[in-house]
């Protein structure tokens, strides 16, 4: 299903969102193929995937855990879920991993990315959030990719309103299998079953994204659990 295509002289692999129910055999064979055009080593059983954003890994401890879901919600509309994708992306480049967004709306922008950064992403392009879902769930269970990004924050809240709270369920119990991280971005939250929640709490203008070091300028709000209660840390 992946197709290798060029806009402005850059290439990614990118797929529509799968259309359900599908034959057993079309499963294996996508399955067969996501090995064969994104082979992975998991050597290194490390419980956490660092972001590259020193604010998001001294906070969280080292990172998105492994094996859980991290939710990252931006209440504004500016707040910086973009920036982070491709701070994600040029971290899969330098250490030679691939990343899976699955769009919820279609709105990624991979045109200043360039060519290297796109080799490690494999882009599945969605128009609603319960097909995205879908997705999410078939990279889960193919289990290749060390880090898989399910992005809703431009769906709509009826729409969010709409995924069973089970579909979460079976998310984190697919992921709990497996040595990768799940990240998924959202307007709100709404993952009860998140083991971490990130929240941007940047808001920017079209002036200050026209400046540099925006990554330092990101806020973030983390919520993680210890001994069972919630607890806050600001960063950025």
Known sequence: MAASSKIDDLSLSRTACPTPPAPAGSILDLRKLLAERFPQSFASPAHRLATGLPLIDEASGGGFPKSAITELS????????????????????????????????????????????????????????LDAVKAADLLLR???????????????????????????????????????????????????????????????????????????????LVQRTQAGRWASIGAG
């Open 74 to 129: 931006s209440p504004q509309v500016s707040a910086g879920s973009a920036l982070l994708l491709y701070v994600l992306l040029e971290k899969a480049r330098r250490e030679g991993f691939f990343l899976a967004l699955v769009d919820g709306r279609d709105s990624f922008d991979p045109q200043s990315l360039g060519n290297q950064r796109l080799r490690h992403l494999l882009w599945v392009r969605c128009t609603k959030a």
């Open 142 to 220: 193919d289990g290749n990719f060390p880090l898989v990004v399910l992005d809703l924050v431009l769906n709509s809240s009826s729409e969010l309103r709409k995924i069973p709270s089970s579909s979460w369920y079976r998310l984190q119990r697919l992921v709990e299998t497996i040595p990768a991280a799940f990240l998924v971005l959202t307007r709100a939250s709404i993952i009860s079953s998140a083991q971490l929640k990130l929240s941007l709490e940047s808001t920017w203008t079209l002036a200050d994204l026209e400046q540099d070091h925006l990554t330092a300028r990101l806020k973030v």
